[in-house]
Nanobody, 117 residues
Framework: QVHLVESGGGLVQAGGSLRLSCSAS??????MGWYRQAPGKQRELVAI??????????RYADSVKGRFTISRDNAKSTVYLQMNSLKPEDTAVYYC??????????WGQGTQITVAS
């Protein structure tokens, strides 16, 4: 089992920045990432980062490329999402997601990001 604790989020003006953190405890995880769900929309991938040993591999949704950066600290089992140049359309509930070595998915409780125009 993996337990996730998210932090960060809140209200920011358009063009501002926020950073999300998600710490995982329990089983060893392989990939860590962030998804988001806006009202009336399906949950979508924002960014994901996979532990490649000496190199981590990151993948981003096209809508956030160049603005968001995902990173992880394996020693702390923590994944971060640095969000810059935020837009009103980034408003959503953001969920941390991790996958363990048995390919089981775990989700954080979600944190609200609101970008005011």
């Amino acid at each position: 089992q993996v337990h996730l604790v998210e932090s960060g989020g809140g209200l920011v003006q358009a063009g501002g920045s926020l950073r999300l953190s998600c710490s995982a405890s329990g089983s060893i995880v392989s990939s860590m990432g962030w998804y988001r769900q806006a009202p009336g929309k399906q949950r979508e991938l924002v960014a994901i980062i996979t532990d490649g040993g000496t190199t981590n591999y990151a993948r981003y949704a096209d809508s956030v490329k160049g603005r968001f950066t995902i990173s992880r600290d394996n020693a702390k089992s923590t994944v971060y999402l640095q969000m810059n140049s935020l837009k009103p359309e980034d408003t959503a509930v953001y969920y941390c997601n991790v996958v363990d070595l048995l390919y089981r998915n775990y989700w954080g409780q979600g944190t609200q990001i609101t970008v005011a125009s």
